[in-house]
């Protein structure tokens, strides 16, 4: 549930766990955007803190998008801080951008600097909330944009650095970590001292940085838990992968039902496509072209909405378990069916497709084995026949497709 800020202090007392996260809506609510959100929202914990953009932009139609998304399927309260891409409406549906919490010895303080810095009323607001919040032991400050950092220039300034650190300098010991977002990525380091946490991470496209103490951009979230006197901070994988099987329900079917169904108008459109630019009709070609791709990506996201995304060496083995049932079972019985019923054409077609997906089922089986052991495969020439669709891996050019016996012009290299 969203918690709506109408006051400066909220009071609580049942807190031992958090979890942290940035930028669920930096970069639009695509499909693959809101399934990871949805990840961060059910993990269970005693509260949620979002560290800004919640929305691609602060308007009524993102916010109400944001709102019943968290009261829906959020698994803790949830408190936000304002990201540069919140602002117009945020206070109207979030509340108030400066407070500050209080549960048992711990404080969090959640700030302003939506616009690269601070300003004085929001200093003097941090100032007033730490000298209030004394006698507690462990303090948490959360906001959007970055101190300045080894890793990327997207930050503010060192001289608002200098001005938060001068209000914070006295409480210094009790300051635990400084969490923020708006670089997409899971960055943790110190300065001055401080230790600061940045997870932009819950859904808007990942950045790439070169960083040593992170292997790779990950959706992410980061758990932060009451160990004792101490606090424990612990990354989370976020990830399509870790998505939970969806029950079944009608929604499910028609997914299911208009995946295929965008899946057919992309493919039908890239047909025409391609009969458009045989009769030199480039504008038509340009933009049958254009609905293809478009089409195709209906249905990614539709895959992502229906939590059918998998690992991609799960994707590679499914992968070959249907190659194999297609060589060795579909269509050699539907080779036979067309032989019976004399539908010649039915049947070459078939007998082509059926040695190239033999061929799928080779290629694919030496990736899983190189992914298995944790490397890439070698980087090949492909050739794909414009006759028959046979796939051909090789250094060299092939004479004529193994399909359909096309001469080497028809086999297209990639």
Request: overall charge negative; glycine content about 6%; hydrophobic content about 35%.
């Amino acid at each position: 549930m969203l918690v709506k800020i109408e006051d400066n202090i909220v009071k609580d007392s049942s807190i031992n766990e958090f979890i942290v996260c940035g930028d669920p809506g930096c970069d639009g609510y695509g499909a693959e955007s809101l399934a990871v959100f949805e990840n961060v929202l059910k993990k269970k914990s005693d509260a949620t803190f979002i560290v800004g953009d919640l929305v691609p932009i602060g308007e009524e139609q993102y916010y109400n998008i944001f709102v019943n998304l968290v009261n829906e399927l959020a698994e803790n309260p949830v408190y936000c801080a304002v990201g540069n891409h919140d602002v117009g409406k945020y206070e109207q549906y979030v509340g108030n951008k400066n407070y500050s919490l209080t549960f048992q010895d711990s404080l969090f303080i959640i700030l302003d600097n939506s616009g690269r810095y601070f300003v004085k009323e929001t200093l003097q607001f941090l100032k007033n909330s730490l000298e209030k919040g004394e006698k507690c032991n462990h303090i948490f400050i959360f906001f959007h944009i970055p101190p300045p950092n080894p890793y990327v220039e997207n930050s503010f300034s060192e001289t608002s650095w200098n001005q938060l650190k001068e209000v914070m300098e006295p409480y210094k010991n009790k300051i635990e970590y400084l969490f923020s977002g708006h670089v997409h990525y899971a960055l943790d380091y110190k300065k001055d001292g401080y230790r600061i946490i940045i997870s932009g991470g819950a859904g808007g496209q990942l950045d790439e940085i070169n960083c040593t103490t992170v292997k790779k951009a990950t959706y992410h979230m980061y758990c932060c838990k009451r160990v004792g006197s101490r606090w424990k901070l612990e990354l989370l994988d976020a990830s399509l992968e870790k998505s939970s099987p969806r029950s079944d329900s009608l929604t499910t079917e028609k997914l299911n039902e208009s995946i295929l169904s965008e899946c057919y108008a992309s493919f039908n459109y890239g047909l025409y496509s391609e009969i458009a630019k045989t009769n030199k009709l480039w504008g038509v070609e340009k933009l049958l072209y254009a609905l293809s791709l478009s089409e195709n990506k209906h249905a990614q996201t539709m895959v992502i909405a229906n939590n059918k995304k998998k690992t991609l060496i799960d994707a590679l083995k499914l992968a070959l378990v249907e190659e194999k049932l297609e060589v060795e079972e579909k269509y050699k019985q539907l080779m036979t069916l067309a032989s019976k019923e004399k539908e010649w054409v039915a049947n070459a077609c078939y007998y082509s497709v059926r040695i190239a997906e033999n061929t799928h089922a080779q290629l694919l089986t030496k990736a899983i084995e190189s992914l298995e052991n944790g490397k890439d495969i070698e980087i090949v020439d492909y050739y794909v026949c414009e006759s028959c669709g046979f796939l051909h891996a090789s250094t060299s050019e092939l004479k004529r497709c193994p399909g359909c016996g096309a001469d080497k012009f028809k086999l297209q290299k990639i």
